[in-house]
């Protein structure tokens, strides 16, 4: 997956399109990721012992890697990837900036 943790994306597509976050996990076998602020579920959770109080908990729930775009660190744009290999190493590299990401 081209896409890892740490980096920021933009959403492109569903309810949270416009939004920029950052990944906080990454699934490559589902090809989805978590996203810092995106994709917010809320979860009613049960009071625990009686006279306490039921709360909302909101978690961000993973959304495919389809609907994001890498925002290069270096143009600060919504960019496509690429990857450029030098000897064993392989880097991703910035389809706008050409620069190492
Ligand atoms: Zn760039």
Redesign the pocket.
Known sequence: MKIKKGDTVLIISGKDRGKKGKILKAFPKKRKVLIEGVNIKKKHQKPKKTGEKGQIIEKPAPIDVSNIKLI?S??N?A?RIGYKIAGKKKYRI?K??N?Q?
């Open positions: 290069c270096k143009c744009k960019v910035c706008k900036c620069k990401i």
